[in-house]
């Protein structure tokens, strides 16, 4: 007989370990040798064994006073005596340490710490902006589901995590960075002030565009012609053949270079965006999809403050980015209407 969870050749049904000997049955292997086993076959086929495990299902008889066990499909006294039925628990145990799928886990720990170290070594104002809002709206939505789900531990667990990879990459940061350095995260912080030229500049170009919007609200100077018009704009402030070239907002830019009308239209494809991951959010019941839509939400979230203190639309690569975010939520919106349809 080939046994048809150990895969082991037996003269006869009875010397079988499976059968009614849970001592003997110790002795050929216990639970984590099955879940070693069965996981070279394949986590999703153990995973149907450990649901019937837990459904309780019905055991059919062979008119010998025999059961087949409906968990390992051998020949049992009474399904008590099944191994798998009796190590339930620790076969739960073993896929729950499987899923872990913890080198994984390691591995994007590590890169997010790189990311983080990055960005500050970047010491982009916008960058350090769009990480804090990041922070901040995923620890509101953690907060929010363990209010919801009275499952405190879980939002511990994931601000605990947020934390250490946070302080562990700002500390390597700070040490490889001197004191009187601008590009410290303190100095990048303080700086934002009505002194800051970079501050001053910026203010400069969008009160100009606007300025020169009110004044020619149906006259726009054309696509990609701001460069040009904004000579003549900041003519007084100009040194050394440095032009302001850009708003360094890409919708007042869109403003002054298209009209009310295209800067409604441009506008419209974010809202729009905005609107539907708000809507599936509220939707859905699953907080997996839920960290989807939020994550999706807070990509989109990061280019709009892009958009809103730098120059991203002359920028290929962002522009890529931003293509591959609406792709990714049209996707995922479309997706899941389907699933809600059946």
Known sequence: MVCSLCNSEYGNKQSCPLNDNFNEWQKHGNACMIIQYKAQQGIKKYEKILQKIKNNSKNNSDGYNNIHCSYCGSVCVNSQSCPLNKNA????????????????????TAILIIAFINLFFLSSR??????????????????????????????????LYIVLITVSSYTYFQSKVADNDRARIESRVTSVSASDQSVTERLRFYKQSFNYFLENPFNPVGLGNWKLYSINQDKENIIAYIVPYV????????????????????????????????????????????????FLFLSLMIYL?????NFPLYRPIMQINLLVI??????YIYSHKISYEK
């Open 126 to 159: 916008a960058a350090l902006l769009s990480l804090s809002l990041f922070i901040v709206f995923y620890s509101i939505h953690t907060l929010i589901y363990s209010v919801k789900e009275k499952n405190y531990r879980t939002f511990l667990n994931k601000a």
């Open 89 to 108: 628990k620790n076969i739960d145990y073993g896929l729950h340490f499987c899923n872990k799928k913890i080198p994984i886990k390691i591995l994007l």
């Open 247 to 294: 708003v360094h907002n890409d919708f007042l830019e869109i403003l002054v270079e298209t009209s009310f009308l295209g800067f409604l239209i441009y506008l419209s494809i974010f809202l729009y965006l905005i609107y539907i991951l708000g809507e599936f959010y509220l939707k859905e019941s699953k907080i997996e999809s839920k960290n989807e839509f939020l």
């Open 305 to 309: 403050v892009d958009a809103n203190l």
């Open 326 to 331: 609406i792709t990714l939520i049209l996707t």
